[in-house]
């Protein structure tokens, strides 16, 4: 039996060929979907190469200071990426930044500081996987509300109007949108929990497994994992529901006509 799964160049390059396969099949649909994947995996390659080589040179260095820059790098990628959608929103982007923050303090400090107990100079690689993992969730869970929210207000304007001229403030007259948009950003969580375990190993615990630990190890670290990642997803929809849905009115409590006017 081996001690771990080694993953050499022939692996990568047999499984390159695969995604090869996959973008012939797509070119030849002619849908003008191939030319932007085969740009987004090129791109996907070369940042998993530059991660490699930071977590490197971190490893090497362990410097604190490497490793906060790092850190701060991911979170702001993450907040530009989570509210490309919702872009002409003045203040999304603090919005984002805040609630995906937020959320990788809390999560990181907890789970990997109070639980794991890792220790960031002497792990570097260990801290931004957990990093890395927590931004990932936490940049979707907002990404998927922040559209979702900005499209169902609008979509909802008249019985949103209504609440509004009954007297409710603005909170309760967003319910509906929120309620809605808060569904769709825990709809990728709730799709894999439905089948996990039955259908789909999480990576990480296909991970452990693959390094040959034991099959409860990885069961425990996969559970923790996730606590992580639904911890993170909520945390991160539920800031931004906090702190955006005033963006689309007025200081006189009316809706504002575009978003783009919101201030």
């Known amino acids: ?154 979509a909802d304007r008249d019985e949103v109007e209504v609440k509004l001229g009954l007297g409710a403030d603005i909170r309760r007259a967003v319910d509906g949108p929120m309620r809605n948009a808060l569904r769709t950003a825990m709809l990728p969580v709730g799709n894999l929990l439905a089948v996990i375990g039955i259908v789909q190993i999480p990576g990480i615990m296909a991970g452990q497994l693959f390094a040959d630990a034991t099959p409860l190890a990885a069961m425990r670290f996969g559970i923790l994992m996730l606590e992580a990642a639904i911890a993170s997803v909520l945390f991160a929809a539920l800031l931004g529901a906090f702190f955006a849905h005033r963006l689309f009115f007025t200081s006189a409590l009316q809706l504002k006509e575009d978003a783009r006017d919101a201030a």
């Open 1 to 154: 039996m081996i001690a771990s799964l080694s993953i050499s160049l022939g692996h990568l390059l047999a499984g390159g060929l695969l995604v090869a396969a996959a973008l012939v099949a797509l070119a030849l649909q002619r849908l003008g979907l191939a030319r932007t994947m085969l740009v987004q995996s090129l791109r996907g390659l070369v940042q998993l190469l530059a991660i490699g080589g930071v977590l490197h040179l971190l490893a090497d260095s362990r410097s604190m200071f490497g490793l906060l820059c790092t850190i701060v790098a991911m979170t702001a990628f993450a907040s530009h990426h989570a509210t490309r959608a919702v872009r002409p929103l003045p203040l999304i982007r603090t919005i984002a930044i805040t609630a995906i923050g937020a959320t990788l303090v809390g999560v990181t400090a907890i789970l990997g500081f109070a639980v794991l107990r890792i220790d960031p100079l002497e792990h570097p690689a260990w801290t931004v996987a957990l990093v890395g993992m927590v931004l990932a969730n936490a940049m979707s869970g907002f990404q998927l509300f922040a559209d979702a929210f900005a499209r169902n207000v609008y």
